[in-house]
């Protein structure tokens, strides 16, 4: 059965996602997206991705309730900005981050929370340097956003993967 349907999971979001977004739970949606979750699964299957080791649940789940307290708050730091117009002092700028992290999944999922944080964007990763090119729209100290990206979010990363 595995080779019919190599990643249930992902199937069984697929169709779920389709369903919600269509609004419907006719039979012609649900055969419509179950053909779609299937394809999806096999094109996932023809990439042959590596399968992450989750070493630490619990540091995922950690990392996990960070990520949305802090999300939250640059929600409201963005709309801050926004609203007082930049004030004088507040500058946008790019910073490079020296990271020691070289899972290939630790660094994507860094990226998500960086990119999914507003305010914030995931610009470039040297893989020869090991740096991570980011842009900030509130720049204001470099080391206290090299502290964060390192002790908060790298450190967690590298329990659950590395």
């Known amino acids: 059965m595995s080779w019919f349907l190599p990643y249930p999971l992902l ?3 697929l169709l779920g996602l389709w369903l919600l977004l269509n609004q419907s739970v006719s039979p012609g949606q649900i055969v419509l997206g179950a ?3 299937v394809l999806g699964a096999w094109a996932m299957a023809a990439l042959r991705p590596e399968k992450p080791r989750i070493r630490r649940p619990g540091a995922a789940l950690r990392l ?3 990520v949305f307290v802090d999300i939250l708050r640059s929600n409201l730091a963005v709309g801050r900005i926004i609203v007082r117009s930049r004030q004088p002092g507040v500058n946008a ?3 490079t981050i020296p990271l020691d992290m ?9 990226s998500i929370i960086i990119t999914s ?3 914030t964007i995931w610009v470039n990763y040297d893989t020869a340097k090991g740096t991570l090119l980011l842009h900030v729209l509130d720049l204001v100290d470099e080391t206290a956003w090299i502290r964060l990206i390192k002790d908060r979010y790298e450190r967690l990363l590298m329990e659950i993967f590395e």
């Open 64 to 66: 996990a309730g960070m």
């Open 93 to 95: 700028g790019f910073l």
């Open 35 to 37: 053909v779609l979750a």
């Open 11 to 13: 199937s069984a979001a």
């Open 117 to 119: 944080t507003p305010g």
């Open 102 to 110: 070289r899972s290939r999944h630790g660094l994507a999922v860094l």
